[in-house]
């Protein structure tokens, strides 16, 4: 979606390195998401944003929301090869549905 | 945790037969259901919002008459995919949302359908 502008498109890294992708809206945020996929498998769901400045952690995993509710990053630190895979930030744009961005593929350099 | 199953994991058509995809929630009731469409190497589309009882809102350039859409109750959503052609071949996923979810908007996505027409 144009709404929903995601970078960069793919990244390659070596394994322990530190990496960021970005999520930018045109929009204010009502909800921010962000997904792992596998090509050809479902969702995994890491983490959902809502309050402006939210910042959550899962394991290696930090994800931040921006006090406008405009832009959040992903941060990934010492990755391992199982961060492999495909990233997508989902919006909640209209209070009503989800939008995707089109996603980054990280690889992982062993 | 809230589980969304879909049914076929992955279909084999050929043109001009239709096929249906199921997508059930297995642990709730969701009064809404997302269908969304992913082409290889690029990011999930959505197509259409499934609310029960009702009839489904297609996004913009996605046919209803092509993709028929059936939210028949609370836990369970259809996608048919009428007349099938090559070219929409694609992987289906499906999205579920609590309506007795705590969560703002939260929505549990399927394992995603794969299908394939020859």
């Known amino acids: 979606s144009q709404e929903l502008e995601q970078s960069p498109q793919s990244l390659i890294v070596q394994e322990g390195k530190n990496l960021t992708i970005n999520c930018t809206s045109s929009k204010t945020l009502y909800g921010l998401y962000w997904y792992k996929q596998k090509y050809g498998e479902g969702l995994i769901f890491l983490m959902m944003l809502q309050k402006g400045g939210e910042e959550k952690s899962h394991e290696k995993i930090t994800a931040k929301l921006d006090e406008k509710k405009q832009q959040s990053s992903l941060h990934i630190t010492a990755s391992q090869p199982s961060h492999a895979g495909i990233y997508l930030c989902?919006?909640?744009?209209?209070?009503?549905?989800?939008?995707f961005g089109k996603g980054t593929r990280l690889h992982i350099l062993p | 945790g809230a589980v969304v199953s879909q049914h076929p994991s992955w279909v084999i058509c050929k043109s001009g037969t239709s096929v249906k995809i199921e997508c059930r929630s297995l642990d709730f009731q969701a009064t809404t259901m997302f269908w969304y469409r992913q082409f290889p190497k690029q990011s999930l589309m959505l197509m259409a919002t499934s609310n029960e009882g009702s009839k489904a809102t297609y996004e913009q350039g996605v046919e209803k008459d092509k993709f028929l859409i059936n939210h028949a109750s609370l836990t369970l959503s259809t996608l048919t995919v009428t007349s099938a052609h090559p070219e929409d071949s694609s992987f289906y996923i499906c999205?579920?949302?609590?309506?007795?979810?705590?969560?703002?908007?939260?929505?549990?996505f399927g394992p995603g359908t794969r299908l394939t027409v020859l």
């Open positions: 989902g919006a909640d744009l209209t209070d009503d549905k989800i939008i």
């Open positions: 999205s579920a949302r609590s309506s007795g979810s705590s969560s703002y908007n939260e929505q549990f």
